[in-house]
């Protein structure tokens, strides 16, 4: 019987004591956490709207062109004697270099003969005034009705000062076509065409080569109508940078020198040209500005007061996101003024105290409840601290027992 007992007993015994064991161990253990209930709220990041002043900087673009282009042709016939040695394509030449001569023996006798004959015209007025005094003074003792115009040679002298005219005109056009067998350049110019060699003959009023004026260069280039509402009230000799749109790109500074007036009927836009003094640089050591080259435009437009800047992202349909009460977001309609690039500028419906939200929820409502990634911060820091705080008081616990 004792044994049958015992054999019932042992196993509740042991029960027991597991149980008792148990017990014991979970009381002298560290307790468990609590479980925080979990916080949904999205986190976002918000800046403070800061209005400024912002100018307006209008840009453009388009290609060099010269101020002038200039066909040159002979003025006078004769044979090609020589020509400048920049006289070739690519060439440079200043302003007045011979460009080519044309032989010029006849030009020279042409104009002996007009000094001869304007010599022979002058002498022939003298001896006629001579006369004419002569008569003039016969003219006193003889009654008036016999003295006539015809009498004081009056006729004779128009005729011989008329002479001396026309061989004045003489001298004047062999001088002219004289000079005019040497062809000069009209003003600092690129060679860009020359069609004559050593020996050929021109004749008079054949082209025979093309110049571009280097001197000046203009850009012309177009205008947004969105953009020429920024446009200053006054662009004449306004300053404008000129830069090349290459991968060692260089500037330049222009200057507006009008406004072409007309809005194209195709593409609904007007034309700014600006000139640029010296686009080879050839009187200054400045970059050169090739015929040809396309070229970004800037000049200072109008200045806007009151901007906001925002990130495009930002903006959706003109409203943008903003902190409201008690953690919440809520939607602003906002004047959109102009696009810059990547930004917005807003004109209008932003407060100086309101807070734009920058990292946007995914799915955004009016109202909806957030938490600003600032305050986590610091509720993670305070986190952290009592994590410590725990953490060594379990470590001095475990090192007590």
């Not at 012309?220 to 969105?226: D, K």
Request: charged share 25%; aromatic share 6%.
């Amino acid at each position: 019987m004792s044994k049958k007992w015992l054999k019932v007993a042992a196993p509740v015994v042991l029960l027991i004591a597991g149980i008792g064991a148990f017990v014991l161990v979970k009381s002298n253990g560290p307790t468990p956490p609590e479980k925080k209930e979990v916080d949904t709220r999205p986190t976002i990041t918000v800046k403070q709207v800061n209005p400024e002043f912002h100018q307006v900087r209008v840009k453009g673009y388009g290609a060099v062109t010269p101020l002038e282009k200039t066909m040159i042709s002979a003025q006078v016939s004769g044979e090609v004697v020589k020509w400048h040695p920049n006289f070739v394509q690519g060439g440079l030449v200043k302003r007045g270099e011979v460009l080519f001569e044309i032989e010029s023996d006849n030009y020279e006798v042409a104009l002996l003969q007009a000094e001869s004959l304007l010599k022979t015209a002058q002498a022939q007025l003298i001896e006629e005034r001579g006369r004419a005094e002569v008569a003039k003074r016969e003219a006193k003792s003889m009654p008036d009705a016999r003295v006539s115009d015809l009498y004081l040679r009056k006729p004779q002298v128009m005729s011989a000062e008329a002479s001396v005219k026309s061989a004045e005109a003489s001298v004047k056009l062999a001088t002219r076509d004289l000079d005019n067998c040497k062809v000069v350049a009209p003003y600092d110019a690129l060679i860009v065409k020359r069609d004559l060699g050593t020996g050929q003959f021109v004749n008079k009023g054949t082209n025979v080569g093309e110049l571009y004026n280097v001197e000046k260069a203009e850009i012309v280039f177009p205008i947004a109508g969105f953009d020429r509402t920024f446009l200053p009230n006054t662009l004449l000799n306004l300053p404008a940078e000129v830069s090349t749109r290459e991968k060692f790109s260089s500037v330049r500074s222009g200057t507006i020198v009008r406004d072409t007036g007309i809005v194209d009927q195709a593409t609904r836009m007007g034309n700014i040209v600006v000139e640029v003094n010296d686009p080879y640089g050839l009187k200054d050591d400045l970059p050169r500005l090739m015929f040809g080259t396309y070229v970004e435009v800037s000049f200072n437009g109008q200045g806007l007061n009151n901007i906001v800047k925002l990130s495009q992202d930002l903006v959706t349909n003109n409203k943008v996101w903003v902190l409201g009460d008690d953690n919440t977001i809520t939607q602003k309609v906002v004047d959109v003024v102009k696009e810059e690039g990547k930004l917005f500028l807003i004109g209008g419906g932003l407060n100086s105290d309101d807070k734009i939200v920058e990292t946007i929820p995914e799915y955004a409502q009016e109202g909806m409840k957030i938490k600003l990634a600032s305050d986590t911060k610091e509720g993670d820091d305070e986190s952290s601290d009592d994590a410590n705080v725990i953490s060594t008081s379990v470590a001095q616990s475990n090192k007590d027992a």
